[in-house]
């Protein structure tokens, strides 16, 4: 089993069901995707790994851990951080508060501690202020620490939200959609910015990704979803010569009109 | 580009809502009643001032919209002014053929003495010329250069300011010789402000505005040349003076200025409570008046030497008591209600608000909380042999106690704690997923903002020496929202402006105590869409402002639609 | 969203069940107190052979109804409203209340002519009209002046304009009209009883059920039935479809304050034909008791909101008696809660209260609790 | 004179330039197809298109008549239909009055009964389902309900946000040979799709957006030959 393994998930929403029997296994310090159709239960599996969804059944584990009972803060402090495909960063904080916030888990200063601003708290606020800006500059953003980030490039907000997940220190992250939106040179950079993430800091990676370009480049293992189910998983080779993956990610013409719906 | 007819009809029908407006607070009594308080003798009252005013604003509005040269623009604002009259003598001609007063109780033959100058219906040329002259005037305004309608604009303002609060600025430089004899000698007399003293106001801030424009410039650069050191120094001084201002505020503005002090205190601190929940946490709650009264009742049952006095303890030990209690009812509110979101959280709490005064007030409590009766005989606090007796003493009390609260706040803001309010507040959902315990956290801000507002309730006990439980009605939650927002939400120093807006002015105007919450409602609506970050924006919110467009302007996008939303 | 971090969190879940079972153990000992008293012995119920006969029962659920139906009537407004624009428009109550006042003036003209008694259903039409207009205009300009320019405004901003605008429309009613109190003429026919089916019935209160139900069967056939009225449910689901629909957005929300407005007014004056007396802070409880049934109802369903606002004005008038006056409490209470009617309002406070902790989607609603929230 | 042309479109959200500067033009009867990644741009054209976003520079035709600053409700009157992104049908209105919604701002109740009986046509599974409320209609209905309410308006341009996303590949199939036939029937077509091969076996001509601009733009037949177009859907 790897660093974080699924077992038989299913998730519903009243009659849709979103993720049906998923097995998922990631194996530690490896880069792994999940493509496949809009609408085929990726996001759905990341919401339901952090724990904002509640699988109806099937379990899954962290570290060999169960965390599929946990709540979503818990399972943030076991060392699992996300992104978000439509950007959520907090838009009326500062990209240093963004990051700050993301340490939160780490950090250990009680209220009482922050009032009467005890060297404990002042030593733990010091330290995370370091190392916020480090991470700022990890992300190429040295110098911004002071903006609001709502005002900020779109790429740019990408890669503070990267920042913000980095700053829980995870063991696994997530990645929804990377590179959208983002032009040819940029999804380059990702790229190479996600492969440091894994060799350097030595951190499990699970991104979505439509961009196919990024996903054959960077990938070692691809599990393609449909309809909430596994149709295939592989390295970039197999899954793209595999016929199921090529009917229901590209589509093609088959002489089904006219079959009732 | 529209057709010149369709614009002058725009400056007519521009200028009739004016003079709709002039008709409202003339039939809502506010001429009248604030003709009582004379601005300069002789010339203007208060409420002749309003509608002069409002013939400005017409004739201001008009010559802004629209290009064209000085005549044209002047004529537009004749064109604007002369529809406010002509709204002011319609009310006239209508007053004189039929008795309005048996509906609105203020058509007085007073009124319509100060609308037609004396001359009942056949003034009505004349308000219509008058109307225009103002209008004129009004358009003229827009025609100065920013450089010259700056300094005059402050020269009125202030000479007004002046002239409304003569009373209060004669108590203050009261005395028989000395400088603050002199100057009072200088600009009043004792029924007023005479026409030479505004002049001389007039004169005075005039010019001192003109030449602080000029050399704001120079005088920042020196500052800003100087040594760090030095910077610092400058800097101690400025807030060591305005600390001594405010030290002999009491004693130098006497009971009345006090008892307005105070009670700019206790919603200070009810400020900062809420802002910490609303501001800070996103926690939107319209029965924080609960904690208030949770706060004063502690107090009042532990050292009444009343009816209902338990303990007879004395203030100091018992405010701690009021501190964690007040903590406690917050956690207590707080749990129910994590779930509920958004503007069901308001309704759930005004309900929760209610539902405490309702009980204080009813006869089934009565028995431990004096029912409507309330807790009579609270003592006042002293310490060692000095009583905190009346406004004049409990001020300080106030004072210490809000700068106490505040330096809390502040710490509590840029802690680890308040950041994590902030992101429950962006996003609630993103802050669970970055490990923050949300009930722990919404308790907490539940908690703490409660405590803030006990200490208020404790002082306000002590103040009144008793405690009613009509005082704690939902107009006093609602007017704690509304001071925070006025000042901006999130921002410590917004709370004092805000209650300084909405609790001291109107305490100042006392005596319009009838038109204050309809001034108050527009002053909120018109604030909403004029400024809705506040007098005073949070810092971050501020230096936004200064760097980039207006927030108004960011509409989508991945995050800025969510700030919006 | 899918919100699962309470029911996990065992202490949290604790609390709430203690919070329901005090509850609901007041409501049983308190009705069991109430039903009992005056019976022979601790264990016989003799429901209507205590100190309350059937008739005062049957009157108070009458005096429910009647009171619950204004309740509908206003709810009506705020529930519209919410469903299109997500915001509780707070000055609502005192649309209201502009309606009842000013039609007090076109009533009591009626009455000095004595046009009042000669055609009581002519002039209590009339009057109704002259609410309508008056509160639908009111809510135009409201709309237009304080809501409107902060469409896209974050939450809490239209939601303190509102406010601004409630003390607003309150504080000019009392400057032009004064702030006492106007007695509201009376119908001479509507004075005393009518007998139904055996039952004497007050005939204010026939005459405001009757008349809301009217109301509301108008309104709600407008709301399902009329192109317009389909328009507005459209708009309340999906305000940007709806524009990519052909719908003028605007004037769709205009109608909806505009019917809003003009249920409120009528409610306005079926209110004084109970209380028989206007006065301009009058909107302000019964505008936040009716947003209560709105929300009670499942906010941004209209029938909903009508059920809401019955059910909490029979729960209102019922309730002090059926579940406070028998609440004796030995050593404490022994004759049962001194007063119990000044606590009606607590028990509205501790439904609204109740159903927004337990089921925020109230009776009839759906998911909208977390839509958009 | 195009039937549809937008003319050097910016479009921003806040300080995020999400158009920069495109030209699209579309003629009487065709279908034209817009491809790309997510983020790329798609769904904010044709949200520009029908009113919902304002172009901060640019200008959008329709029949040579400028409309980037009429609202969106008096577009849809000069003759543009817009199906959008994830369906959006009023749930809890019946499939009805859906459809009477789509004709809401026509008054010619013989052309809008044409119009029902040809969406019924077109879909006869909406015609079994008249009086269910929306939200109880399956996956592919919905979809079936979106397209014919937009062409209940009666559009000279109907423009479909991704009509194939979630669907199973038989209702794809059903979906898209649908289009072909509200084509010759004489609407034209305007469609974003991440099928890039369906939506290019039906288009006559493609765009290729990326980033907010146009990458690439040409006949259907040379896009799927084209290999950049290959490799961006396909990896290859």
Redesign the interface.
Known sequence: MGILASQQLTKRFGGLIALSELDLDVAERSIHSIIGPNGAGKTTYFNCVTGFYRAEEGRTFFNGQPIDTLTPDKITQLGIARTYQNIRLFANMTCLENILVGMHPHLKSSWMGAILRTPATRQDEAQAHEEAIRLLQFVGQRGKGDYLARNLPYGEQRRLEVARALASRPKLLLLDEPTAGMNPRESMDTMAFIRRLRDELGITILLIEHNMRVVMGISEIITVLDFGQKIAEGTPDQVRNDPRVIEAYLGTRRGVAGVGA | MRSDRGSWGRVISGGLIFGAAAV?VS????VEALGVRVIVIGVIDFGRLLLLLIGLGAGYQAARRGGGGVVIALLRGLLAGAATGAGLAALLVLGSEVNLRG????ASPALFEIISFGRGAAGVPLVVAAGAVVGVLGAAATLLPGTVRGPLGAGVTATIVIGLFQELLQIILQGEEGVRAAIRQLIFVPEGLPPRGALEVFVVVLVASALWRSRRPVVRGWISKRPPRTQRLLRLLGLLLAVAVVLVLPAAGGLFVSQVLVLVGLYTLMGLGLNLE?GFAGL?DLGFVAFFAIGAYTVGLLTSTGQYGVAHWSFWAAVPVALVVSLIAGFLFG??????????L???T???G??IR??A????L??WFGGSQGILAVPKPNIGGFEFSGPMQIFYITLVSSAFIAF?AA??R???????W??MR??E???????????NVKL?AYG?GGAFAGMGGAIFAALLGSIFPHSFNLLIS?NV??LI?VGG?GSLPGVVVGSLFLVGLPELLREFS?????V??????I???VK?AGLWPAA??R??LLK?EPVG????????????? | MQRSFLQRFSIVGLYLWGFRISVLLIVVWGSFGTFQAGCPSVFTLCAFKSRYSADVWLDLLVYGLSQGSVYALIALGYTMVYGILRMINFAHGDVFMAGAYTAYYLAAAFGRAGFLNRHPLLSLAAVLALAMITAMSIALVLERVAYRPLRRAPRLIPLISAIGASFFIEYAFRGFFGSGFQAYPEWQIFKGEWAIAGVGILRTQAVVIVAAVALMVVLYGFVMRTKTGTAMRAVSEDLEVASLMGIDVDRVIVITFGIGGAAAGAAGVLYALVFKQVHFFMGFFPGIKAFTAAVLGGIGNIPGAMLGGVFLGIFESMGPILILEGLRVPGIYPGGIPAPYQLKDVIAFTMLVMVLIFRPSGILGERLATKKA | MALLELENVHVYYGNIHALKGISIQVEEGEVVAMLGANGAGKTTTLRTISGLLRPREGRVHLRGESIDTMPPHVIVHKGVGHAPEGRRIFARLTVEENLMMGAYARADPHGIKEDLDRVFALFPRLKERISQVAGTLSGGEQQMLAIGRALMARPRILLLDEPSMGLAPVLVEQIFETLKTINTQGTTILLVEQNAYMALTIAARGYVLQTGEIALSGKAAELQANEEVRRAYLGG
């Open positions: 409202f039939l809502v009594g506010m509906m609105f109780i203020n609303v939107l749990l129910p209600i994590l779930r509920i979101r958004g503007d069901y308001a309704i759930a005004l309900g929760f209610e539902i309702l009980l007030l009813s006869d089934a009565r028995p809390v710490r509590l840029d802690s680890r704690l308040g950041r994590a902030m992101a962006e996003d959902d993103v802050a669970e997923a970055m490990g923050i315990n949300l009930i907490l703490i609602i929202l509304a927002i939400m009838d038109f204050r919450f309809l108050y409602g527009a002053a909120l609506i604030m909403m869409q809705p971050a919110v230096r936004e980039e302007a960011v509409t989508e996008g991945p995050v800025a639609e969510r700030a919006e939303a």
